[in-house]
């Protein structure tokens, strides 16, 4: 089993900066790919960064140059440039483990994030 908790949400006007944090506790050594999604309000969640277990990243097009994400023993970042009134949702921090059957998928609690305009 693996727990993540999200931290470092908040309000920040447009242009601003938001580092969200998540700390995996439990079996982390079995983690494999780890992510950051969010979901807006009436939207689908989706998908913003991943990082793989050797550090390779892939982002969301909508957030390219302004998000980098980065992993840290067993604490997964989300640092957020240049903030825009449409990155506002809940962030959820996402863990993977491959188990014999298949990827489980771990979750978080989410942390909101409100970019004001």
């Known amino acids: 089993q693996v727990q993540l908790v999200e931290s470092g949400g908040g309000l920040v006007q447009a242009g601003g900066s938001l580092r969200v944090s998540c700390a995996a506790s439990?079996?982390?050594?079995?983690?494999?790919?780890m992510g950051w999604h969010r979901q807006a309000p009436g939207k689908q969640r989706e998908l913003v960064a991943s990082?793989?277990?050797?550090?390779t990243t892939t982002y969301a097009d909508s957030v390219k140059g302004r998000f980098s994400i980065s992993r840290d023993k067993n604490t997964l970042y989300l640092q957020m440039i240049n903030l825009k009134p449409e990155d506002t949702a809940v962030y959820y921090c996402?863990?993977?483990?491959?188990?014999?059957?298949?990827?489980?998928?771990?979750w978080g609690q989410g942390t909101q994030v409100i970019v004001s305009s």
């Open positions: 996402n863990a993977v483990i491959w188990r014999t059957w298949g990827p489980q998928d771990y």
């Open positions: 439990g079996s982390t050594s079995r983690i494999g790919v």
């Open positions: 990082i793989s277990s050797v550090g």
